[in-house]
């Protein structure tokens, strides 16, 4: 086990606290206007957290297992409340000014991206795996295996949504309130439903 390193900030009056359990870890926050509440956590080896200036966070936390596990998060991201685990590898990028009024990351294994300017409600659950293994009997293969996450830059994403493995949502587009994400999304749409289907094409919006 690594040596535990606790590092408690202040910066604009507001707190970050970082952890770091493991070894050859990579924990880069650019303070440079950065305010709010942010947990890191990190129990592995070989993690690499990269969080740009000007960032807000208010009560998040960051929780790494594991090798290998990489985030990014772009200059002026928000995240009001939320959580981000990664586990066994995953990968989380959230490019610049992608705002957040409460999420919960739960990743494994691949990638997920959230393009630049996307816009989520509150109690947004974006999962790429099931928590558990499905066997085929006669094979042994694993039949759920994760998947990746693909959010195009300028989506909005609506209250209580749930966005699954192996899906895309293309650029500019709208997903209505509580619906489940669990494909592909065509840009410029909106859609709804569970699970979400396009109703709307040629479609955008507009965030002030």
């Known amino acids: 086990m690594g040596v535990i390193k606790s590092i408690l900030r202040r910066v604009y009056n507001h707190y970050f606290v970082i952890q770091d359990k493991g070894k050859n870890n990579k924990i880069n926050v650019k303070t440079i206007g950065v305010r709010g509440k942010l947990n890191v956590f990190v129990y592995g080896n070989d993690n690499t957290i990269t969080i740009d200036r000007s960032c807000v966070f208010n009560g998040v936390t960051i929780c790494v297992w594991g090798d290998g596990n990489s985030l990014k998060i772009g200059r002026d991201a928000k995240i009001q409340r939320g959580n981000i685990m990664l586990q066994k590898g995953a990968r989380l990028v959230i490019e610049h000014n992608a705002t957040f009024q409460e999420v919960s990351f739960v990743l494994q294994s691949k990638c997920c991206e959230i ?22 009997q006669i094979t042994g293969a694993q039949c ?11 989506v ?10 192996n899906s895309k949502i ?28 396009v109703i709307k094409h040629n479609s955008t919006w507009i965030r002030h």
């Open 115 to 136: 393009g630049a300017d996307c816009m989520f409600s509150s109690g947004v659950n974006i999962r790429n795996h099931d928590g558990h293994k499905i066997i085929n």
């Open 156 to 165: 909005w994403v609506g209250q209580d949504v749930t966005i699954l493995k």
């Open 170 to 197: 293309g650029e500019g587009s709208i997903v209505g309130s509580k619906a489940l994400v669990a494909g592909d999304i065509e840009a410029n749409s909106i859609a709804v439903g569970i699970p979400a289907k």
């Open 144 to 154: 759920n295996s994760p998947g990746d996450i693909l959010i195009g830059p300028h």
